[in-house]
């Protein structure tokens, strides 16, 4: 039986391998402090954490993440050891975006489990408020034996204070390396979706019809989730309030809730359609999927809940199976090395009779988690099967029939495919790779890589032409989904070595100018691009958006650079580091084409930008993790059909409404 813990509580463990699972709401750092019989910390290599994740005994995650699962043996701790503490802290700035204190998200919870997966004692960490880190719980040696403590310390001075409390004396240095590991995996993570209404169920749940507010009811469940924003003034990348009179009194003030700029007299609201409705379910058998059957206000936001439903739902049944494996290998372990300790059972009937049995039950466990994961994935499976044909274009694959129909679009959707995902575990279904819309960062297509994940080898001249591919199959995607004259590409290819792959931009005349070749053409790209960024953030700054320079295009930008760090010098380096780091903010987007080991020449000069964007691949590649247990998923980059002329079609469309645009 779980035993539900207050702060100060304690409880007995009666195992020694345990693991302790957190889930926050929202990505949060995890790591564990080695203690003496004081509590003290004697350096930082008695600290697990994402730059250094394992330690004797002891095992965290290598990333920020909405749920970990942390590996604690306690037999296999030093005889100095006395206290092992659980810290939690939410990522600094530069680390990703999120709330800066715990008083903003949902509190944690934390459970100390055996590697059964059944519960031994569990604690939810209230109270916290301006509190960035927490010593969440601690397992302290007591007389021989070992037990589990609620602690829930917050500290708003974040790692760093934490740490100087726990008595390290090298506290600042640490939390920084911690929060340098944590950026750096923030290249390599899936954007999170944005966060579920707080009275919304699962929403992969059918919502039920209800009465709009003005007609005597209540919001339908998940209405308060997120709805596709309008975007208002120039370079404006997010959505913008309205204001309303002079003087007008702020109801906010008063509630501290969402100020509702309704007219109080008009009812012009009304509730969403209700989702699809699956067919009746046979006695005994699950209901069928149905596409759309997600919360949301539109068939859109619904199918992209819906997806996201099938990406947490995937990492999380592949996470059950994953420590049901573990657990049986780990018992397998430990009984053959019972038998093994034992000099009667070394040779002879008797100790192959227990080797057999150990194997045995291994065996049996393990067949019963595949079953359990099988069971999840035929219901995916059919789920990804009628799901995948409803998606609109800008979710859809390019072999989807939906691009054949395609028509310029007059909204913005709420997100993007950027390729699709992969377990190793669940080959057989693909989840579409959605990113919401604008883009939060940049994009950098590595052309480095030449081994692909499925074990197939590409030369680096044909890696550097799927490199370009890809960045052009995104960029016309991103054309593709954007209103007429609502999205503008620049190319900088200095040397020209992406001309053909550029052909299907060029020759439909969808760029804003043809492709900047030479330091020259580098240095007046750049230039014009920096000094956009710098208009636009200073009318934004000052509440002047309308003080624009007489004809300035307010359409989202994006920057493709081919061939880096060739024809780049130290200046352009910075003003690229700039445009990633303040471009996305007021619409200006990067998507660098480049080998990341040739660009590591640059050092620390360059790792700013490298952590900015998110890293593709061409090919196959184990590089991303989801935001809540860290899976390494591969991703499989949206390439067009060999002999398709979808691209070219879509293309030609985006350019003749461009065209009708501007007369």
């Keep these: 039986m779980t035993a539900e813990l207050v702060r100060g509580q304690n409880h007995p463990l009666s195992q020694s391998r345990l693991e302790i699972r957190i889930s926050a709401g929202t990505p949060v750092v995890a790591a564990a402090a080695l203690g003496d019989e004081n509590g003290r910390i004697h350096g930082v290599e008695w600290v697990a954490h994402p730059g250094a994740p394992t330690q004797p005994g002891l095992e965290v995650s290598r990333q920020a993440a909405a749920d970990h699962r942390l590996a604690v043996d306690l037999d296999a701790m030093t005889d100095a050891v006395h206290r092992v503490s659980v810290l939690l802290a939410l990522p600094a700035p530069g680390g990703g975006p999120g709330p800066a204190r715990f008083g903003a998200v949902a509190a944690p919870f934390v459970a100390v489990t055996g590697l059964d997966g059944d519960e031994i004692a569990s604690y939810t960490i209230t109270g916290l408020e301006t509190e960035s880190a927490v010593v969440a719980l601690e397992l302290y040696r007591r007389q021989g034996a070992w037990k589990v403590r609620?602690?829930?310390?917050?500290?708003?001075?974040?790692?760093?204070?934490?740490?100087?409390?726990?008595?390290?004396?090298?506290?600042?240095?640490?939390?920084?390396?911690?929060?340098?590991?944590?950026?750096?995996g923030l290249a390599r993570s899936v954007q999170a979706p944005p966060p579920r209404p707080a009275d919304g169920d699962r929403s992969r749940q059918p919502a039920a019809p209800a009465l709009g507010p003005d007609q005597g009811g209540t919001a339908p469940q998940g209405a308060s989730g997120p709805v596709p924003p309008s975007y208002g003034g120039p370079g404006q990348t997010g959505p913008q309030p309205a204001y309303g009179g002079a003087g007008a009194a702020d109801p906010s003030a008063a509630t501290g809730g969402p100020i509702d700029y309704s007219h109080p007299g008009r009812r012009n609201s009304a509730p969403p359609p209700p989702p699809p409705t699956a067919p009746p379910a046979q006695p005994g058998q699950p209901a069928q999927p149905v596409a759309g059957d997600a919360t949301g206000w539109s068939m859109e936001e619904r199918l992209y809940n819906q997806v996201w439903g099938m990406f947490e739902d995937l990492a999380r049944t592949t996470a059950a199976y994953r420590s049901a494996v573990d657990f049986a290998e780990s018992r397998m372990d430990k009984e053959l090395e019972q038998a093994l300790s034992d000099p009667r059972s070394r040779i002879g009937g008797q100790g192959d009779a227990a080797r057999e049995a150990a194997r045995a039950r291994y065996t049996h466990l393990v067949d019963q988690a595949r079953e359990a994961l099988d069971r999840d994935l035929?219901?995916?499976?059919?789920?990804?099967?009628?799901?995948?044909?409803?998606?609109?274009?800008?979710?859809?694959?390019?072999?989807?029939?939906?691009?054949?129909?395609?028509?310029?679009?007059m909204e913005i959707p709420m997100a993007l495919r950027l390729g699709d995902l992969r377990l190793p575990e669940a080959d057989r279904i693909r989840i579409p790779m959605l990113l919401r819309l604008p883009l939060e960062r940049g994009l950098w297509i590595d052309s480095g890589r030449a081994d692909s994940v499925d074990g197939s080898f590409t030369d680096s001249h044909d890696m550097r032409r799927l490199a370009m591919e890809t960045a052009v199959a995104h960029a016309a995607r991103l054309l593709a989904v954007y209103p007429a004259g609502e999205f503008t590409v620049h190319v900088i290819d200095p040397a020209g070595s992406g001309a053909q792959p550029l052909t299907p931009l060029t020759r439909t005349g969808v760029l804003a100018a043809p492709p900047a070749q030479g330091a020259a053409g580098v240095t007046d790209v750049l230039g014009r691009l920096t000094q956009r960024v710098d208009l636009v953030q200073m009318a934004l700054r000052g509440g002047a958006p309308d003080a624009l320079p007489p004809g300035f295009d307010t359409s989202q930008q994006l920057l493709i650079v081919n061939d880096f760090p060739h024809g780049f010098d130290d200046r352009a380096v910075n003003q690229l580091r700039y445009l990633a780091d303040e471009g996305p903010a007021v619409g200006v987007h990067l998507m660098m084409v480049a080998d990341r080991e040739e660009s590591?020449?640059?050092?620390?000069?360059?790792?700013?930008?490298?952590?900015?964007?998110?890293?593709?691949?061409?090919?196959?590649?184990?590089?991303?993790?989801?935001?809540?247990?860290?899976?390494?998923?591969?991703?499989?980059?949206?390439?067009?059909?060999?002999?398709?002329?979808?691209?070219?079609?879509?293309?030609?469309?985006?350019?003749?409404?461009?065209?009708?645009?501007?007369?």
């Design 600 to 663: 590591a020449g640059y050092g620390p000069l360059l790792d700013p930008l490298w952590r900015s964007l998110l890293r593709l691949t061409p090919v196959p590649d184990d590089h991303l993790a989801d935001p809540w247990v860290g899976h390494a998923w591969t991703y499989e980059p949206p390439l067009v059909p060999p002999g398709s002329q979808v691209l070219h079609q879509v293309l030609t469309q985006v350019a003749a409404a461009r065209r009708s645009w501007d007369r």
């Design 378 to 409: 035929v219901q995916l499976i059919a789920e990804a099967d009628v799901v995948e044909p409803a998606l609109p274009p800008a979710f859809a694959r390019w072999d989807n029939p939906a691009w054949h129909a395609y028509r310029v679009p």
């Design 150 to 184: 609620a602690v829930g310390q917050g500290y708003a001075g974040g790692l760093a204070g934490l740490l100087t409390d726990q008595g390290l004396p090298e506290a600042v240095p640490l939390a920084g390396t911690i929060n340098e590991a944590v950026a750096r």
